[in-house]
């Protein structure tokens, strides 16, 4: 059984007999990562990490799908996932780094909106990272919580340019395994789980857009609520 969107097309003829035409949703989904490739991997994985809302977890779980048809490798992938990862978070990093506390105050006044964050969220991401220190930067990268806030106060912190791409592809490393495995696992455990998978992937993209676009239609700064 797949979850099948029929198109119907009639013929030029007019004798009203139709075509049943089904694009499967999850060939549909599998197949643009295919035709993007490593580096279409690698830039959606960057920009997810610099604009919202682009979810790792639909990336990388349709390249798991690609690897189970045998169009993706592991390896490739997961370093193709990690490089990207690494390019949007080490943009904030640099943000940080270069603007400092001075200068990035009106930056995010200015963008916080599109941003979805405020001043008060890099404050709340600095106290944390100065009360945790430099592996909190390895930690988070590997978790689904303020994976790419971090960025900005280690580069506020001045943490050195080589600590930080090492942690953080360290850390985006072990996510990007534990998303391929997982979804990999799901698809060699369950015979229909592709469709599943697809259609959790397509949720998460839409639940991700439709969250941004609410965030921003309702947001205000906190000094207004």
């Not at 977890?57 to 798991?64: K, S, V």
């Not at 600095?126 to 106060?153: D, E, K, N, Q, Y």
């Not at 990999?184 to 455990?189: E, S």
Request: aromatic share 14%; proline share 4%.
């Amino acid at each position: 059984m797949r979850w099948n969107v029929a198109t119907q097309i009639l013929p030029a003829d007019g004798t009203g007999h139709s075509a049943a035409h089904y694009i499967c949703m999850d060939d549909f989904i599998v197949s643009l990562i295919e035709q993007l490739g490593y580096i279409g991997v690698a830039v959606l994985m960057a920009l997810e990490n610099i604009f919202p809302p682009m979810p790792s977890e639909a990336i990388m779980g349709a390249g798991a799908l690609a690897i189970e048809r045998g169009s993706m490798g592991f390896w490739p992938l997961l370093i193709a996932g990690t490089v990207g990862t690494v390019v949007g978070n080490y943009f904030w990093f640099w943000i940080g780094d270069r603007l400092g506390y001075e200068r990035l105050g009106p930056f995010i006044t200015r963008w916080g909106r599109w941003l979805t964050m405020e001043w008060q969220d890099i404050e709340r991401a600095t106290r944390f990272f100065r009360r945790h220190g430099h592996w909190v930067v390895f930690g988070l990268r590997a978790t689904p919580i303020m994976r790419t806030m971090i960025s900005l106060p280690a580069g506020l912190a001045h943490m050195g340019k080589l600590k930080f791409v090492v942690f953080t592809a360290a850390g985006a490393a072990l996510w990007n395994v534990m998303l391929i495995l997982g979804t990999q696992w799901l698809a060699r455990t369950f015979s229909d789980v592709d469709n599943i998978v697809s259609g959790v992937i397509i949720a998460i993209m839409v639940i991700a857009t439709l969250a941004y676009f609410w965030r921003l239609a309702t947001w205000k700064p906190r000094s207004r609520r």
